[in-house]
C-alpha cells in the first residue's frame, strides 16, 4: 500500500514540473510581456524603441525564455517563487493574502454545501420519481444551469440593490480579518453554492439509489434493520466511496478559486489574482497561482484515494498486494 | 410673494461683483465667493480604469503606484492641468524658460508642509526629478536638476521643449520628501490635501484629510476612499447602486442611461476625454500610400453622425483627425464636410473608379463603445464605394499584436489605436513618421509637419505656438496620416449630495480638494 503512495506522489510531483511547463509556455506564446503591459499607449508613443529594449533588459526580460523558466522552477522546488517582473515583489506576499481568502471561501462553501447536498441527495434517492425527487432533480438541473455569473448578479440585484442587506462588491482589504471576510462573503458563498449543491447532489443521488437496491441493503432490509439504519449506517456510506473523487475534484476546484465569482463580487482571492498576473505578464505570479492550484488537485486526489482505500476493504485489499 | 427691494438687488450686486474679483486676483478662492461648503463628512469612490502598475504592500503609496493615477489626493504636482487643459501653478508659483526652452527655472511656493510636517524645499524637488527623470517616460527629457537656494530649481533639458511645464504636471512627477532613488516615495507623505491611514495596494487606499494643507480651508472631506474596480464596471456600478460607494469615475455611456433622470445622482461630463485613432499603415503595397486614398476615406466619414449615434447628445466630440482634443485650446475644427461624392472622385483619380475593398480593419474594445464606432464607420463609408471589412480583438494583448513585426517591415496592421489627452506638443508629436500611430507617415507633408513641430519646441510665445500648431492642423488634414473622427466625454457619476466634485479630460488630474457633502 505504501509502494502505491509513494508512485503516485513521484507521479504528482511529475505531474507539477509538467504543469508550470505548459503554463510558462502558454504565457509566453501570449503577444507582450509585462513591460508592455506595465506602459500606456501614451508611455509608447513618446518612448523610442532603444529606450525600451534597454527598460526590457533592466527587467531581465530580455533573457532566453529557457533561463527564465529554469531560473524560476530552481527557485519554486525550494520554495521561492520569486519576485514579481515590474515591482520586484516577494511573489509569495503577493499571493499569500489570496490564497487564504480562497481557502476560506472553499471552505466556507464547502461546509455549507456538502451537508445541504447530502440532505437533498439522501431526500431524492429515498423517494426516487417521486415528488420529492421530482423537485429535487428539477432544481438541480436549473441550478446547475444557471451560469454564475448570473446566479451572482440576480443575488447582487436582490440582496444588495432592492434590499441592501448585504454588500454588493466586497471592498476589505485582502488581509482583512477572517471573521469580516467571512461576514461579507455571504453572497459569493451562496452563489457558488447553488451551483454546488445541483452537482454534489446528483451525484450523490446517483451513488445512493444504486446501493439501495443492493444485495447488502436487501439483506439488511430483510434481517429486521430498521429503515433509517439501513438508509444511514449501510447504503450512505457505500454511496460515498464512488463520489468521493469527484467530491475531491470539486473541492480542489473551490481551491484554485471560483474565478467568475471572485470577479462579480471583486473577492480577493486566487482567482482574482490570477486574472490580474495573466493580464498583466506578471508571469512569476501566474506560475506560482497555477503551480498552487495543482498542489491543491492532486493533494485533494491523494486525499480522496486514501479515504477510498480506509473505506472500501476490496480497494484496501487491492493495494496491500499491490 | 417675495419682493426683493432696489438696494437689497444693488447691494447683492455690488457683493458679487466684489467677491468675483477677489477670486479673480487671488484675493479669495473662487469658491469662497460662494457660501462657504460645510466641512466634513466623508467620500468612497470607485474608479474603473486604475494604474496599469500597481504596486505592492512595500510600494503601494508611491505615486508611479498609486491605485488611481489621480495622486493629487495624497500629492501636488509642480503645475496643475486645469478642467481647461490650461496651466496652473500648484507648489510653483511660476516658470520661466531661457531663449532655447532648454533651461527652465521654476520658483516654488513657500511654505508647504509635507504630511509629517517637514517643510517642502528645492531638495525635495531636485530629489523627486532625480527620480522621474530616470522613471518617468515623459520626464526622460531632463537632463539635469539643481536647487538655487531653498525655494528654486533649475531644470535643464536635452533640448529645448516650450511645453516642459506641461511635464511638470503629469502625474508621475509628483513631489516627494527627499530620499535616495530605492526608498523615495515609499512612505506615501506628500503635500496633497489628504494623507493615507491605510492601504491594500490593489484594492483600495483609505485617507484623512491634511491639516497642513496649503490651500488653506481645504479640503472639506474628513475622509476619502478611493476603491479599485478596474476592469469591473458592473462591479463598481452595483456597489453606486447599493449605496457602497458616493462616486464612480470613468463610467461608459452605455451605463449612464440607467443614471439618467434619477434624483439621487448627478452624471458630470469632462470636456474632453480619449479620442479613436485609426491608424493607415503605409508600407510597400498598402493602399494608404496614396494619399487620395486616405483622403477619400476622411472625406467618407460623417463624424458628427458617428458621434451622435455613439455618444448621444452629451457624451462625445468630433475630432480632425489630428490626436489633438475639441477641448484644447490650440484645435481647429475639422475644415471639410462629410463629401461621398468628394470621396468617390478622389478614389476615381486613385484608380479605383469602383471603389475600393480595404484589408481588414481591427479594433479591442478598449472602451465598450469603440466597436461601435467602427461598425457605423463601415457601414457609412460603404456609401462611398469603401469596403472596410472589421474584425474585433481582445483588448488583453492588442497592441502588441498590433504592431507585431518580426519581418521589421513596418507592416503593422490596419487598426484602431486610443489616443489620450495631453498637451497639444506631445499630442501632435504622436503623428511623427517614425511612429506606428502615423502610419509611419513620410514625404515633403511630414517632413514640413516635423520642421514645426521642432519649430514649436523652441517658441516661447503660446500665441505664436499656437499658430504653428495650427499650421501642424492644416498639414494633417491636408495629407490625413491617420483618421481620428470622434472621442468620448469622461463621465463620472455621484451621489446628488455630493458637491464640488469636477470631471476633467485627463482622468488623472482630477481634485478632490472642493469636494464637500450637501
Not at chain 1, 81 to 88: A, L, P, S, V
Not at chain 1, 251 to 263: F, T
Not at chain 2, 279 to 306: C, E, H, M, T, W
Request: net charge negative.
Amino acid at each position: 500500500m505504501f509502494a502505491a503512495i509513494a508512485r503516485r506522489i513521484s507521479l504528482s510531483f511529475l505531474i507539477l514540473i509538467l504543469v508550470s511547463l505548459f503554463v510558462f509556455l502558454a504565457t509566453e506564446v501570449l503577444p507582450g510581456d509585462a513591460l508592455d503591459v506595465s506602459l500606456t499607449d501614451d508611455d509608447l508613443a513618446v518612448l523610442t524603441p532603444e529606450q525600451l529594449a534597454e527598460m526590457r533588459a533592466e527587467l531581465g526580460l530580455d533573457r532566453p525564455a529557457a533561463v527564465r523558466y529554469l531560473s524560476w522552477l530552481s527557485g519554486a522546488l525550494v520554495g521561492d517563487f520569486g519576485n514579481t517582473i515590474i515591482t520586484r515583489a516577494p511573489v509569495a506576499d503577493i499571493i499569500m493574502g489570496p490564497l487564504r481568502n480562497s481557502i476560506l471561501l472553499a471552505l466556507a462553501t464547502t461546509a455549507v454545501a456538502i451537508p445541504v447536498a447530502h440532505f437533498i441527495g439522501i431526500l431524492a434517492a429515498y423517494w426516487r420519481d417521486r415528488a420529492p425527487d421530482t423537485i429535487v432533480s428539477t432544481s438541480a438541473i436549473v441550478g446547475y444551469s444557471i451560469p454564475e455569473f448570473v446566479s451572482g448578479n440576480a443575488l447582487i440585484l436582490i440582496f444588495a440593490i432592492w434590499l441592501p442587506i448585504f454588500p454588493a462588491t466586497i471592498v476589505l482589504y485582502t488581509d482583512g480579518p477572517i471573521l469580516e471576510m467571512l461576514a461579507v462573503s455571504i453572497l459569493p458563498v451562496a452563489t457558488i453554492v447553488i451551483g454546488s449543491i445541483a452537482y454534489l447532489s446528483r451525484l450523490l443521488r446517483l451513488g445512493l439509489v444504486e446501493a439501495l437496491v443492493s444485495d447488502y441493503v436487501e439483506r439488511a432490509r430483510l434481517a429486521g434493520v430498521s429503515e433509517w439504519r439501513v438508509v444511514f449506517t449501510h447504503a450512505v456510506p457505500a454511496s460515498l466511496v464512488p463520489t468521493l473523487n469527484a467530491a475531491a475534484l470539486y473541492v480542489a476546484g473551490l481551491l484554485s478559486g471560483i474565478v467568475v465569482v471572485e470577479k462579480v463580487f471583486a473577492y480577493p482571492g486566487l482567482g482574482l489574482e490570477l486574472i490580474n498576473a495573466v493580464l498583466k505578464r506578471e508571469v512569476p505570479v501566474v506560475q506560482a497561482t497555477v503551480f498552487l492550484g495543482a498542489v491543491g488537485v492532486l493533494l485533494m486526489n491523494l486525499l480522496a484515494d486514501l479515504s477510498i482505500i480506509a473505506l472500501d476493504p476490496r480497494v484496501r485489499r487491492s493495494a496491500g498486494r499491490g | 410673494m417675495t419682493t426683493i427691494s432696489r438696494r437689497a438687488v444693488l447691494k447683492a450686486s455690488a457683493w458679487s461683483a466684489a467677491a468675483a474679483y477677489m477670486a479673480r486676483v487671488g484675493i479669495i478662492d473662487s469658491a469662497s465667493a460662494q457660501p462657504a461648503p460645510k466641512p466634513g463628512g466623508g467620500l468612497v469612490y470607485a474608479v474603473t480604469s486604475p494604474n496599469n502598475r500597481l504596486g505592492d504592500a512595500t510600494n503601494g503609496l508611491h505615486p508611479h503606484n498609486w491605485i488611481d493615477l489621480a495622486n493629487r489626493t495624497c500629492y501636488n504636482a509642480l503645475v496643475w492641468v486645469d478642467e481647461n487643459l490650461e496651466l496652473q501653478p500648484e507648489l510653483a508659483t511660476s516658470w520661466e524658460a531661457d531663449d532655447g526652452q532648454e533651461v527652465w527655472e521654476v520658483d516654488l511656493r513657500e511654505g508647504v508642509e509635507f504630511h509629517d510636517g517637514s517643510e517642502m524645499t528645492s531638495k525635495d524637488v531636485v530629489s523627486s526629478f532625480e527620480f522621474h527623470r530616470t522613471e518617468t517616460s515623459f520626464a526622460r527629457q531632463i537632463a539635469s536638476v539643481e536647487a538655487i537656494g531653498n525655494h528654486k530649481v533649475r531644470f535643464r533639458l536635452t533640448e529645448g521643449n516650450s511645453e516642459f511645464p506641461y511635464i511638470l504636471a503629469e502625474y508621475h512627477c509628483m513631489i516627494m520628501p527627499a530620499a535616495e532613488p530605492d526608498k523615495i516615495g515609499l512612505s506615501g507623505i506628500g503635500t496633497g490635501p489628504f494623507k493615507p491611514v491605510g492601504f491594500d495596494p490593489r484594492r483600495s487606499i483609505k485617507m484623512v484629510a491634511n491639516e497642513r494643507y496649503w490651500r488653506t480651508g481645504h479640503p472639506y472631506l474628513e475622509t476619502l476612499e478611493v476603491v479599485n474596480r478596474g476592469g469591473q464596471m458592473e462591479g463598481a456600478v452595483n456597489g453606486f447602486l447599493s449605496g457602497q460607494f458616493d462616486a464612480v469615475t470613468n463610467i461608459d455611456p452605455g451605463f449612464v442611461r440607467q443614471f439618467q433622470g434619477r434624483d439621487d445622482t448627478s452624471i458630470v461630463y469632462a470636456s474632453g476625454g480619449d479620442q479613436a485613432l485609426m491608424i493607415l499603415p503605409k508600407y510597400d503595397g498598402s493602399p494608404f500610400n496614396d494619399k487620395r486614398v486616405r483622403q477619400a476615406i476622411a472625406a467618407a466619414i460623417d463624424r458628427d453622425r458617428i458621434a451622435r449615434i455613439v455618444y448621444g447628445s452629451d457624451g462625445g466630440w468630433v475630432g480632425n483627425d489630428t490626436p489633438l482634443a475639441s477641448s484644447d485650446p490650440n484645435f481647429l475644427a475639422y475644415p471639410y464636410k462629410y463629401d461621398t461624392e468628394r470621396a468617390r472622385a478622389l478614389l476615381a483619380e486613385a484608380g479605383y473608379p469602383d471603389g475600393i475593398t480595404l484589408p481588414t480593419f481591427y479594433f479591442a474594445p478598449y472602451w465598450p463603445e469603440i466597436p461601435r464606432i467602427f461598425q457605423v464607420m463601415s457601414e457609412m463609408l460603404r456609401e462611398a464605394g469603401i469596403t472596410m471589412p472589421i474584425e474585433e480583438r481582445p483588448n488583453d494583448g492588442y497592441r502588441q499584436w498590433r504592431v507585431e513585426d518580426a519581418e521589421g517591415t513596418r507592416k503593422h496592421r490596419f487598426a484602431y489605436g486610443p489616443v489620450g489627452i495631453r498637451n497639444p506638443g506631445i499630442s501632435l508629436y504622436r503623428m511623427r513618421p517614425d511612429n506606428n500611430e502615423s502610419g509611419y507617415w513620410s514625404g515633403e507633408s511630414a517632413e514640413r509637419y516635423m520642421e514645426l513641430y521642432a519649430k514649436a519646441l523652441v517658441t516661447g510665445d503660446p500665441s505664436a505656438r499656437r499658430e504653428i500648431y495650427h499650421e501642424m492642423q492644416e498639414i494633417a488634414f491636408e495629407d490625413a496620416p491617420a483618421i481620428l473622427p470622434v472621442g468620448r466625454r469622461n463621465i463620472l457619476i455621484h451621489k446628488s449630495n455630493i458637491a464640488g466634485l469636477d470631471n476633467h479630460p485627463q482622468a488623472w488630474s482630477i481634485r478632490f480638494d472642493e469636494v464637500h457633502r450637501l
